[in-house]
């Protein structure tokens, strides 16, 4: 069939879930048989996330192709179990850098270069990238922003002309807010019409309403509301609040979005979505009576968005284990020595988060000493398993002084340096060691183990590497450096044999974990905490006894 293309705009407000409501939909089609993918077009002028702080615009995710992107991706691939690249995200920075790169090459034959047609034809071609492929039956558009925000303009005149010109092969799905106000005791509708206005002001009808709320929006409400906003009334659809991202898809197919959709581009609807595992995971979910406590250790805890990635790993595996997770947020810079066991001592499990530069390092340090020592299970990720070999070059080699060269540049053990390749480079965009690489695992290592496998392949995101002149002297006091890159034997995994769980990965596996497909490290590290929570729980009772 024909490539269908799905376009979801928000309004009101922002933050309201349009990356939710397109994976949602995503895992509906493919579990209908459907071959779907999502792309999402930002609208700030910055190339890509790489650069920005995680207080400005949360985590950024990396793509097996090596593309830093947007979070939405990573909510992409967790509900569809479909990989994205670079294809699949594009910033405004990087329209116009590429329009201006042909400008300059003079491939506009001398003519007047502007937002319509170029900046729009660019994006076009973009959002069409995909379809001609011939890998997807449906393509999901996500516009960041809010209709009538001045950064969006370009990309929903660029939604308007495509809507005209594939006809019944899109489809628009605008996402609004529905505020309850407590005072007068009512859901308000005004915004959403205003919202609609908007975007119809710009060219765009939208066909399906999904409405972000909070209480229940009643049917001649939603009567209303399609009546106002020339929306069929079956095509008004609630999204009311739920305790979990992931029964978004079901509460969106009891209301037949997913049919809808198909009615709307001509597909024939046939049968139900095979979501057998999905419901599987959902029911561990929600009958978990028991719960297991894992700390993270970082210093953006106050900022959910920083360590999405990581907390959704978490979810999967602990969910999979059929045990509720308690995630309890530490900020590195608030461990200090004189109170780091109060901070730890409750916990199942510890996990060192990734990050760059030196602030709430040390705190770190302090955390993994205690874990180390106390022999409880330790996940560091990236700059946690950097601060592990840190923490174990001081305090048990006898390097005092050691430290990374990102944080010390003078440091006489320098156990973790910046890579080869990176020591000439002076743009900060784009260039660390990004995307999907191999990596061998000693075979009855912990991490072969736990991935079942001795050949696996994971995501990067770093600029500084374990320092390969220290190995044996790692190797001969505990620390086992049991997974290497092939080609360049990069230290990629360290763990301590002799603890219960000890392990630091210099890669993401947090991107790679889906909602059917959890990260296997994850997996083994909610494991070996389940299996120190109960020990403990046996040991208080046989002392109460």
Known sequence: METKYIFVTGG???????????????????ARGFRVTIQKFDPYINIDPGTLNPYEHGECYVTEDGYESDLDL???????????????NATTGRIYQAVIDKERRGDYLGKTVQIVPHITDEIKRRVKYLGTTGDYDFIITEIGGVVGDIESLPFLEAVRQLRWELDTNSVSIHLTYVPYIAA????KTKPTQHSVKALQELGIQPDILVLRTEKEVNVDMRRKIALFCNVAPDAVIQSKDVNSIYKVPLTMHEQHLDEIVLRKTGVPVEGEPQMDRWLQFIDRMDTATETVTIGLVG??????????????ALFHAATNAHRKLNLIYIHSEKVTPENVAEKLSGLDGVIIAPGFGQRGIEGKFVALKWCREADVPTFGICLGMQCMVIEFARNVLGLSDANSSEMDPHSPHKVIDLMEEQKNISNLGGTM?????????RPGSLAAKAYGAEHIRERHRHRFEFN??????????????????PGTKLVEVVEMPSKRWYLGTQYHPEYSSTVLSPSPVFASFIKAAVAYHDEKTMEQSADNQ
């Open 12 to 30: 009101v407000v922002s933050s309201l879930g349009k990356g939710i409501i397109s994976s949602s939909l995503a895992c509906l089609l493919k």
């Open 74 to 88: 990573g909510h992409y691939e967790r509900f569809t179990d479909v990989r994205t690249s670079r294809a699949n």
């Open 184 to 187: 007068a005791k009512e859901l």
């Open 468 to 485: 390969n002149e220290y190995h044996d002297a790692f190797e001969q006091a505990g620390m086992q450096c049991v997974g290497e890159n």
């Open 299 to 312: 210093k953006y805890v106050e900022l959910q968005d920083a360590y999405k990635s990581i907390n959704e």
């Open 433 to 441: 060691r990004l995307g999907a690489f191999d990596c061998d695992l």
